[in-house]
Every structure is written in C-alpha cells, then in structure tokens.
C-alpha cells in the first residue's frame, strides 16, 4: 500500500490563487519528485529533489526536500485554469532499499466555479 | 524526440485471459518501469529492468511477469485476468540507475478492463 501521505486529498483553485501541498513519510528518502496527471494520461514529471532542504522552482512551481527527508511541499504561484489536475509525490529510498519510486495517493486541483 | 510509448492504448480481457503489453523508453534509455495505477490511487510499483535484468519487483503475484529487450523495449505480461486486474498500466523510463540518471519518465498508459 501507499506509504507516502498527501494533503490535502483535494481543493478548489481561484485564478490568480496560491496553492500549498505537501507530502510526508514515516520513512526517510533519498529523492522526492512531484507529478501531475492530468484525466486519460501518464503523470509528467515537474520537479525532482535530491538534497534535504534542497528548494526547487520550475517557473510557477516551487518544491523543497524536507531537511528530515521525510517530508516535502509544492506551490503553485498565480494559479492559472490549466494547473487543474491531480499532483502526486514520489520518493525513492536509497539504492539498498531498490530502485523503485513510492507514491502518494494524490493531491486533487479543481476549479472553483 | 519521442516519449515513452506503449501500446495498446485501451484494452479489454475476460477472466482467466492473458495479456501483454508493450512499452518503448524514450531513446538513450535504459530501464523501464511498470507500476500499477487503480482509479483514485498513486501508481503502484510492479518492475524495474535495467540493461535486460530485473533490477526491482513490487508486492505483486507471480501471474506478472516482464522482460526487456536488446533494444530495452519492454513487455509486461499478466496470467490468469482478475476482476481486480483492471486498471491503468504505466510504463515509466529512466536513463540509468544512479540517484541523478533516476528521474523516471512515463507513457500514456494502457488501460485494461478485465470483464
């Protein structure tokens, strides 16, 4: 089963609003990346994270290592109507532990109407 | 240049079939994933090959199975269809195994119904 936990499950987005998300293990990692997924599509990778308190920005997207290696967050800056879809984070244990990447079970971006 | 493909995109299979689904890494790729994603979850780890060899395997029966090819395309391949078989199947490549070679990147997915 999951063994990363995302919050929130889900939200709603106003245009122009700032999102937070964050992702936390009882578990340390070596890497955490974050995905979206947009419906009928593989997840596109946005952001990886290699160090512990290592700070990443990809355009509107900003995502930081935990400096516990347990946990990470993303934001989204000036959220814009395309941002809507579902985020996961995934982390990768060191290498003894297998090369595999864990995921949560998402964060869910809506619209508010 | 091309993604990660895989084929087919959608597929339909009663119990008890079997299935195989195909997946090419992006070029100059050489490990391919396959994890399981079931409606309203992350994806689940399935396999990892890397260079041909199984590098990885996630909680999954013995009815999964894959293997990698000289050109490190990839097969994954399911026995014995259950109900709860259905689900998308994600192929994901990586250019290595080394922590900062890692960052996988997926395909679009085969979505199997199992009827």
């Known amino acids: 089963g999951q063994q990363l936990n995302q919050s929130p499950q889900s939200m709603f987005i106003q245009e122009g609003e700032d999102v937070s998300m964050n992702c936390t293990s009882s578990?340390?990692?070596?890497?955490w990346l974050w995905y979206k997924q947009d419906p009928g599509e593989g997840p596109v990778l946005l952001i990886a994270?290699?160090?512990?308190?290592e700070l990443t920005s990809n355009g509107r997207l900003t995502a930081q290592f935990g400096i516990t290696r347990k946990d990470s967050f993303l934001n989204i800056s000036a959220s814009i109507p395309s941002d809507v879809g579902i985020y996961f984070c995934?982390?990768?244990?060191?290498?003894?532990?297998?090369?595999?990447?864990?995921f949560g079970a998402g964060t869910i971006l809506r619209v508010k109407s | 240049d091309a993604g990660v493909t895989q084929s087919p995109t959608h597929l339909i299979k009663t119990r008890g079939q079997h299935v195989t689904l195909r997946c090419s890494p992006i070029?100059?790729?050489?490990?391919v994933s396959w994890y399981q994603q079931v409606l309203g979850q992350g994806p689940q780890f399935i396999f990892q090959?890397?260079?041909?060899?199984?590098?990885g395997r996630g909680n999954f029966p013995d009815r999964f199975s894959a293997r990698q090819f000289p050109n490190y395309s990839s097969e994954l391949n399911v026995n014995a269809l259950l109900l709860g078989d259905s689900a998308l199947y994600l192929c994901?490549?990586?250019?290595?195994?080394?922590?900062?070679?890692?960052?996988?990147?997926f395909g679009p997915g085969t979505r199997l119904t199992v009827t």
């Open positions: 994901a490549s990586s250019l290595a195994l080394d922590r900062f070679s890692y960052e996988q990147y």
């Open positions: 578990s340390i990692f070596n890497t």
């Open positions: 994270l290699y160090k512990a308190g």
């Open positions: 995934a982390g990768q244990k060191a290498p003894e532990y297998g090369n595999k990447l864990v």
């Open positions: 070029s100059g790729h050489k490990s």
């Open positions: 090959y890397y260079e041909k060899e199984e590098r």
